[in-house]
């Protein structure tokens, strides 16, 4: 069984009588994020490519801007020497001083974020370099993207309780290619692993890439994908009205309800052309 899914018994009710089966259930666990040893952050999510998980993590809230920025990420160890699989400590190539400015920087985003729209964005927009990409997808091919993510949901398929993130890269606007799919019980996770993913590949800026979500299109989720250069980001709901705002003055086409045949381009229609 994958550390990503545990077996249950459940009692399922179907075609009016109650039977007792083995069930597949999501794993969602605590994951402490440390840096230099100092206790950061604690997240929930389900486990694996907890390493891609900090680095786009630490990306999405400003603490590193490039590969050579990321230094080591290890496994903690308990009390017998055991790695402790949930706690993880980073180690930044970053001076002090620039260490110090981007904490209290994330503070004043953190703190804002949910109070003043308005402030929010301005904040981001000062650590957030606008998106000039000039990719662009036909919508023969934005319309495959949800197929496409979906054969490589295996553990959704299992579960059923997972959200997915999948990177596509646009080298031609009719050929997108899958470069990598994460899941995880929380949609902002699975992006900061994708993100990490990209990181750690010195992939980043993503600016000739789609990035595709499950579920909604929260604020959050556009800044983790503009901090990475993402210039095109769809999902097969539907995004918030903060998302919408933050995307349109970052320069990011952002893409709702992306199903079937169907889809509502928000933002920058212009990466988006009918054929090629």
């Not at 017998?80 to 920087?105: F, S």
């Not at 197929?147 to 606007?173: D, I, K, N, W, Y």
């Not at 009719?174 to 995880?184: F, G, K, S, T, Y």
Request: aromatic share 4%; charged share 25%.
């Amino acid at each position: 069984m994958s550390e990503s899914v545990h077996q249950h018994r459940a009692f399922k009710w179907r075609a009016g009588a109650m039977r007792e089966e083995a069930d597949r259930l999501a794993v969602e666990e605590p994951l402490e994020i440390r840096l230099g040893g100092r206790r950061f952050t604690l997240t929930m999510r389900t486990p694996g490519h907890d390493d891609e998980l900090a680095a786009g993590f630490l990306m999405a809230e400003g603490f590193v801007n490039t590969r050579g920025e990321l230094g080591e990420i290890r496994r903690l160890r308990d009390s017998k020497g055991a790695p402790d699989p949930n706690a993880i400590d980073v180690i930044l190539n970053v001076p002090a001083v620039g260490l110090r400015e981007r904490l209290q920087r994330n503070f004043v985003v953190s703190s804002s974020c949910g109070v003043c729209g308005k402030t929010s964005i301005e904040a981001l927009e000062r650590r957030i370099a606008p998106i000039t990409s000039i990719a662009t997808i036909a919508t023969p091919a934005l319309l495959r993207l949800p197929a496409m993510m979906r054969e490589v949901q295996q553990v959704f398929a299992a579960t059923g309780g997972l959200h997915a993130a999948a990177l596509f890269a646009l080298e031609s606007p009719i050929e997108p290619a899958l470069i990598v799919l994460r899941e995880d019980v929380g949609r902002h996770n699975a992006v900061d692993k994708v993100v990490g993913f990209a990181l750690a590949r010195d992939l980043v800026p993503l600016s000739r890439h789609a990035l595709m979500v499950s579920g909604r299109l929260s604020f959050e989720i556009v800044q983790k994908a503009a901090s990475a250069g993402v210039p095109i980001l769809s999902a097969v709901s539907a995004p918030s009205s903060l998302a919408v705002e933050l995307a349109d003055d970052l320069g990011m086409t952002l893409v709702g309800f992306l199903r079937e045949s169907n889809f509502n381009v928000y933002t920058h229609p212009e990466r988006i052309v009918p054929q090629v």
